[in-house]
């Protein structure tokens, strides 16, 4: 069994800052891509942000220059800290860890539940 969490969502006004963590817990042999995703009401779901294992990032250019993604391999954990917020990035912030339960087993993605997060303005 994985089980991943999402923290550190919540209400911030425009211009404002939040980090969002994402940790992954319970059978892993080891951990691969972290990305964090985001889906706006009445919108499709949406790529945010790619950290590989060697720590190379990449962002969608809706979140680039204002979004860091980091990543801290011995807690299982992935951040998001997000910078000059605007209510376009109202949305539930869902995080997909790519990882092998075993050695021999094939990679999978585990999603958590997601979190809100909501800029007003």
């Known amino acids: 069994q994985v089980q991943v969490v999402e923290s550190g969502g919540g209400l911030v006004q425009l211009g404002g800052s939040l980090e969002l963590s994402c940790t992954a817990s319970g059978n892993i042999y080891v951990i691969s891509n972290m990305r964090w995703y985001r889906q706006a009401p009445r919108k499709e779901r949406e790529w945010v942000t790619t950290?590989?294992?060697?720590?190379?990032?990449t962002y969608s250019a809706s979140v680039k220059g204002r979004f860091t993604i980091s990543r801290r391999n011995a807690k299982n954990t992935v951040y998001l800290q997000m910078n000059s917020l605007t209510p376009e990035d109202t949305a539930v912030y869902s995080c997909?860890?790519?990882?092998?339960?075993?050695?021999?087993?094939?990679?999978?993605?585990?999603w958590g539940q997601g979190t809100q997060v909501t800029v007003s303005s």
């Open positions: 997909a860890v790519l990882l092998r339960q075993t050695a021999t087993a094939p990679v999978k993605n585990y």
């Open positions: 950290i590989t294992v060697a720590d190379t990032t």
